[in-house]
């Protein structure tokens, strides 16, 4: 079945150093990944995205890694602030599945 | 653009009771959905729909009816509210299935 899950529930990182959250699925048919943030109170914010025909796509301070032959997707924070704590969440779509699927989540503390 | 609007943003029912919660977007998405978030448990997918006229369940339907009468809209109904859907709902759409954009959501307490 369709599942996608989180390696670890929580990570305390120092601020400024980099971080990394990883994340299992198990949908080999999937083809589309995304990360995203969610603070307290807030719904989900998108943080990004890559398409199964890519491994790693960079945005603004954050990479995803995409490694389909373990069905492992990562998220790289550069530099973390104190406004990156929050929960982090993936989440995976099908072509033609019109639907994504959550991981549990991990919560990212920043330390001062 | 408002993008996701849920309302209201906190509501208390008794069980029993049945409600409607609203979701509106002026995006012009086709994709819309209705998650719920539990602690602990993520968010899961509840229903969801294609376009005006279509929806689908996920993978917990059960206790909650929608309908989609225009692209704009997508309402969740609760027909009999249960301790058990205590929870936080989030409405989401989308373009194209890809990336979707969240509402902020409802805040939702059965007693």
């Known amino acids: 079945g369709e599942s996608v899950g989180l390696h670890l529930p929580t990570l305390s990182v120092q601020e400024g150093d980099n971080s990394i959250i990883n994340c299992a699925y198990s949908?080999?048919?999937?083809?589309?990944f995304i990360w995203y943030k969610q603070e307290s109170g807030k719904g989900p914010q998108f943080i990004i995205d890559i398409r199964s025909n890519m491994d790693k796509r960079q945005g603004q301070r954050v990479t995803v890694l995409l490694n389909k032959t373990v069905k492992h997707l990562s998220l790289q924070i550069a530099a973390t602030q104190p406004g990156d704590s929050a929960v982090y969440f993936c989440a995976e779509n099908t072509e033609g599945a019109q639907k994504l699927v959550f991981g549990q989540g991990t919560r990212l503390t920043i330390n001062p | 653009n408002a993008g996701v609007t849920q309302t209201p943003k906190f509501q208390v029912l008794k069980t029993g009771q049945s409600m409607t919660l609203q979701c509106a977007q002026d995006m012009n998405h086709e994709y819309m959905s209705w998650y719920r978030q539990d602690p602990g448990m993520g968010l899961r997918l509840i229903h969801y729909?294609?376009?005006?006229?279509?929806?689908d369940q996920g993978e917990v339907p059960n206790g909650y009816n929608v309908s989609r009468s225009t692209t704009e809209d997508f309402p969740l109904r609760l027909l009999s509210a249960a301790p058990s859907q205590t929870s936080v709902y989030f409405c989401?759409?989308?373009?194209?299935?890809?990336?979707?954009?969240f509402g902020s959501g409802t805040r939702l307490t059965v007693v």
């Open positions: 949908n080999s048919a999937s083809d589309y």
């Open positions: 729909s294609v376009g005006a006229g279509i929806t």
């Open positions: 989401a759409s989308s373009y194209s299935g890809g990336a979707y954009t």
